[in-house]
């Protein structure tokens, strides 16, 4: 079944960038994977309406969460699912945290 929808996956980390991806890919889902939120942000503009995945540590001081204001403020139709391997997650003013 094909999703319209694109994914997009953001994380520091490439193993898990590929991994998603590939998850993705074998459900006929389309998914494009970003390094970094710097990446991200440049190509902001010219992505379709989508879902992002954004890891909550994005490293070098990057934050998944300051990256989610950034993209809600200019593209709040944008729906954003966090990921991370932390035991404890930051709290998020705006959003609603289900812990698995």
């Known amino acids: 079944m094909q999703n319209e ?9 490439p193993e898990m ?3 998603l991806s590939l998850l993705l ?3 006929g889902v389309p998914a494009r994977s970003f390094g970094s939120a710097d990446l991200f942000l440049d190509a902001l503009d010219s992505l379709p309406i989508g879902v992002i995945i954004c890891d909550v540590n994005l490293g070098e001081g990057e ?5 989610a204001s950034s993209v809600l403020n200019s ?6 699912v966090f990921a991370t391997g932390l035991a404890e997650l930051p709290s998020i003013p705006w959003a609603t945290i289900i812990r698995a």
């Open 25 to 27: 890919a074998t459900s």
């Open 5 to 13: 929808l694109p994914i997009y996956i953001i994380d520091d980390e």
């Open 17 to 19: 960038c590929r991994s």
């Open 75 to 80: 593209r709040p139709e944008l729906a954003i």
């Open 63 to 67: 934050s998944g969460t300051r990256l």
